[in-house]
């Protein structure tokens, strides 16, 4: 079955504990993005990656890291997580760049920082 | 950027009505898709739309990309219909950025 999957779906962490969240798919596609969501402000890009190794910041990428060493895999590192970074997460995926090509998200992770 | 605009933001429907949402965005687009966002959160694909009328089973949605705006329709609602209902738009070269609407709350009563 064509799917995103991030893990973990719930995460409970204190401010400054390093955390990852994975992303992976398995539909071979060269783009992935991550997206948070928050009440009021809706859903907004963090990060997104063209392609291994290219990686690019989005609307809101402070406080956050991101790789490509794979092309399914698009984890998300939080070095030292605040509070104002507890969201609910999205990893995204289509097949390329460009606009022709529809957006595959995963379930979604509620992180919470205390 | 990119304006992205739902309406109604609350909606409250009997079980077996029907209701249209819209969507009006402020420049030209070349990707608008719609979502449904479940009560556990989850985003699920409904339409990729950017221009043209599509129909999957009860839902069914119209873009008039000349016109800027995006129409989601739900015909004979049930209760699983509720959630979040969101239109996504993309500008190009943008990142493949989504650029989302604030969204329309559903509740289907029983």
């Known amino acids: 079955e064509a799917q995103v999957t991030q893990n973990p779906r719930y995460l409970i962490t204190v401010t400054g504990k390093k955390l990852t969240v994975t992303c992976s798919q398995n539909?071979?596609?060269?783009?992935m993005s991550w997206y948070r969501q928050d009440p009021g402000l809706g859903l907004r890009q963090i990060y997104y990656?063209?392609?291994?190794?290219?990686?690019d910041k989005g609307d809101v990428p402070e406080g956050y890291k991101v790789s490509r060493k794979e092309k399914r895999n698009f984890p998300l590192i939080l070095e030292s997580p605040s509070p104002n970074q507890t969201s609910l997460y999205f990893c995204?995926?289509?097949?390329?760049?460009?606009?022709?090509?529809?957006?595959?998200f995963g379930a979604g992770t509620r992180l919470s920082v205390l | 950027g990119i304006q992205v605009e739902q309406s109604p933001p609350d909606l409250i429907l009997q079980e077996g009505a029907n209701s249209t949402l819209r969507c009006n965005f402020s420049?030209?687009?070349?990707?608008l898709q719609w979502f449904h966002q479940n009560p556990w959160g989850q985003l699920i694909n409904l339409f990729y739309?950017?221009?043209g009328t599509k129909q999957n089973g009860r839902l069914s949605a119209t873009t008039v990309a000349t016109e800027r705006y995006s129409l989601l329709y739900i015909s004979s609602s049930q209760t699983t219909d509720s959630g979040v209902y969101f239109c996504?738009?993309?500008?190009?070269?943008?990142?493949?950025?989504?650029?989302f609407g604030g969204g329309t709350r559903v509740l289907v009563k029983p």
């Open positions: 996504a738009v993309e500008r190009t070269a943008a990142g493949n950025k989504l650029t």
């Open positions: 739309i950017p221009s």
């Open positions: 539909m071979n596609h060269e783009y």
């Open positions: 990656s063209m392609n291994v190794e290219v990686t």
């Open positions: 420049d030209s687009v070349n990707n």
């Open positions: 995204a995926s289509s097949l390329s760049s460009g606009s022709l090509y529809i957006q595959y």
